[in-house]
């Protein structure tokens, strides 16, 4: 995810990953869905640290 989410020098290359294909069922004990809330986590701190939103409008 790091190489789509960041070029070489450490900027953002992108804002975001949308995951599209999941599967229905969420595993034994929701293993799936955790391990896909995990990845959507990483991807939003990865994001935010490299481009935090401004905190004032």
Same mark, same amino acid.
């Given at each position: 995810? *790091? #190489?789509?989410?960041?070029t &070489? @020098?450490?900027?953002? +290359? $992108? *804002?975001g990953?949308?995951? *599209?294909? $999941?599967?229905? *069922?969420?595993? &034994?004990? #929701?293993? =799936?869905? @955790? +391990?896909?809330? &995990?990845?959507?986590?990483?991807?939003?701190? =990865? $994001?935010?640290? $490299? &481009?935090?939103?401004? =905190?004032?409008?």
């Amino acid at each position: 995810m *790091d #190489n789509y989410l960041k070029t &070489a @020098d450490g900027k953002l +290359h $992108v *804002d975001g990953i949308f995951f *599209d294909v $999941v599967s229905r *069922d969420c595993g &034994a004990g #929701n293993a =799936t869905r @955790d +391990h896909y809330l &995990a990845l959507r986590q990483y991807v939003q701190s =990865t $994001v935010e640290s $490299v &481009a935090p939103a401004p =905190t004032s409008w």
